[in-house]
């Protein structure tokens, strides 16, 4: 494909919809500003509800916004109807034409765009190849598999050459295992092709693998922005740290700021960890990841153990510090001193692994 890569901008945009059972207006995405790069994979993610199918119907123009502009590259695209833009949909449902075979359901969209048939056939035996289905263009589509099915959704999406490619939970309707080698081949795929994609799932581990960007979404607004690195490590709130793995949540107090460190205290046990510009003395929520420490005879917070399970990568504990739950996992468990139900220890952690929200 030699078309120019193009990224997708949302201006303070705004979906109202009216509660079927209240009657009553509200935004299922309110006033919506972010910045998709040309080339990127990028995933809307969040708890059902928060507007994650909505922003991306809006990107697809099945919806239009109430308020504000949706720009493909620089050119404005509210008024266009879907087939004008230069975007794509993958569906979850697959959306397959059930009397067609795999060739004609790829070849459709060029048939409608009119493209002369010897080229026809040149970009449907090349996006099959790319897919990996190549031989199995006289199948009819209800002779596939789940992950068969979804290959001839994307080839048929790719074959138009669009600009953005958009996925709603394309996935879902496989078993686990296939998502997982699906998922592969999509990021395969769209690196391949250098097309923009924008991605919605509630499958965390899906937007960490396939991304570039993530972009968590709660209640209709974009709660973070950012790599699944920068997610993960460097949540914004109590919500991105918990929507994202798994977090525990502990009070520390902030003293003796210096540079981009301070001490940071909680139950009695003092640190010196990384802390943000403008920080200043006061209590903080402590955001610690359960593979973030470990228990240990001595050195860190005092702790006590309220179970112990062995999971075979990895041995599971749930610890007190004070009246506080903490989660951990310690990973390879094998020749390591296994902490039992009722003991007291400590609980030790990489003070530049916490993160101070
Ligand atoms: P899920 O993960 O469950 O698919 P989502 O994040 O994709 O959720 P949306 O489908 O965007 O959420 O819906 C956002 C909100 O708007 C929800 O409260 C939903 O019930 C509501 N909604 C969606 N479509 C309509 C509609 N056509 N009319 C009224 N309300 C709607």
Redesign the pocket.
Known sequence: MSKMKKGVRLDHIS?I????KTGKD?Y??KDTSLTIEPGSFVT?L????????????MIAGF?SPDEGEIYLGDEAINALTPNKRDTAMVFQSYALLPHYNVFDNVAYGLKLRKVPKDEIQKRVMRILDLVELTGMEGRMTNQLSGGQQQRVALARALVIEPSVLLFD?PLSNLDAKLRVSMRTEIRRIQQEVGITAIY?T?DQSEAMALSDNIII?NK?VVAQMGSPQDIYYHPNSEFVADFIGEANFLKGVLDKMDGDHALLKIEGHSSRVPAKAGMTPGTYTVVLRPESAVLANQGGLPCEVTLSCFMGSYQNYHVKVGNTLVKLTDYNPKNKRIYQVGEKCCLAFDPESVHIL
Request: proline share 7%; charged share 20%.
């Open positions: 979906k919809y009216q509660d079927p509200f299922a995405v809307l969040g708890p059902s509800g928060c507007g994650k199918t909505t922003t991306l119907r919806e939970e919605v509630h979404m209709g």
